[in-house]
């Protein structure tokens, strides 16, 4: 059964970079037929679309993000990771690492259980 | 790129159904059949419901199915029941051929009376 398991600081200071790593289990992150992605969900509020990468190291961003951001996979370890730099408080979210499926990777079919990082000093 | 609009609440009784709509435009819900319904229980993950606009992921219940006409897209709830009592955002691809982008719905909190 696929499991994704989110793991990073929960605090993250302004200005400097959040950095989480998802876990994969049951499911090779070389498969040809599934991406990789991360969500965020500010606490209370709705879901923002962060970024996916594919095993091969393609990536696409979210275009409001996209200075910002930066997600890598590590096929050795079956893990991918989100590196987010410059934060500020409008960064305090829930993260969410996921599956996604679908012609343009547009299905999150299996998420992670998530992880509140706040961003304060 | 805004966000789909949705209704802020729905509900219904056990046993009744409850229609959520999904408003977007003709660059996202409009052009792509790539919609997709997601439900999320207090404290926990969102879960896919429906994809495709119409498809259910295999252990979804057949009590949920989704639609769509123009630029609004629909996820129906039928004979609800107690543990149907979440929030359900849509999602919509919006990409184009320069980028990928995905945009969420606004989030509906449907209450079973």
């Known amino acids: 059964q696929l499991q994704l398991q989110e793991s990073g600081p929960g605090l993250v200071k302004p200005s400097e970079t959040l950095s989480l790593t998802c876990s994969v289990s049951?499911?090779?992150?070389?498969?040809?037929?599934?991406?990789w992605g991360w969500i965020r969900q500010p606490p209370g509020k709705g879901l923002e679309w962060i970024g996916t990468?594919?095993?091969?190291?393609?990536?696409y961003y979210n275009p409001s993000l996209k200075n910002r951001i930066t997600i890598s996979v590590d096929t050795s370890k079956n893990q991918f990771s989100l590196k987010l730099s410059s934060v500020t408080a409008a960064d305090t979210a829930i993260y969410y690492c996921?599956?996604?499926?679908?012609?343009?990777?547009?299905?999150?079919?299996?998420w992670g259980q998530g992880t509140l990082v706040t961003v304060s000093s | 790129q805004s966000a789909l609009t949705q209704p802020p609440s729905a509900s219904g009784s056990p046993g009744q159904s409850v229609t959520i709509s999904c408003t977007g435009t003709?660059?996202?819900?409009?052009?792509?059949?790539?919609v997709s319904w997601y439900q999320q229980h207090p404290g926990k993950a969102p879960k896919l419901m429906i994809y495709?606009?119409?498809k259910r992921p295999s252990g979804v219940p057949d009590r949920f199915s989704g639609s769509k006409s123009g630029n609004t897209a629909s996820l129906t709830v039928s004979g609800l029941q107690a543990e149907d009592e979440a929030d359900y955002y849509c999602?919509?691809?919006?990409?184009?051929?320069?980028?990928?982008?995905?945009?969420f719905g606004t989030g509906t909190k449907v209450t079973v009376l």
């Open positions: 049951g499911d090779s992150i070389r498969s040809s037929t599934h991406y």
């Open positions: 003709s660059s996202d819900v409009g052009a792509y059949n790539y």
């Open positions: 990468i594919y095993y091969s190291g393609s990536t």
């Open positions: 495709e606009v119409t």
């Open positions: 999602s919509s691809y919006a990409g184009t051929n320069t980028f990928a982008l995905y945009v």
């Open positions: 996921l599956r996604c499926s679908g012609w343009f990777r547009e299905t999150f079919d299996s």
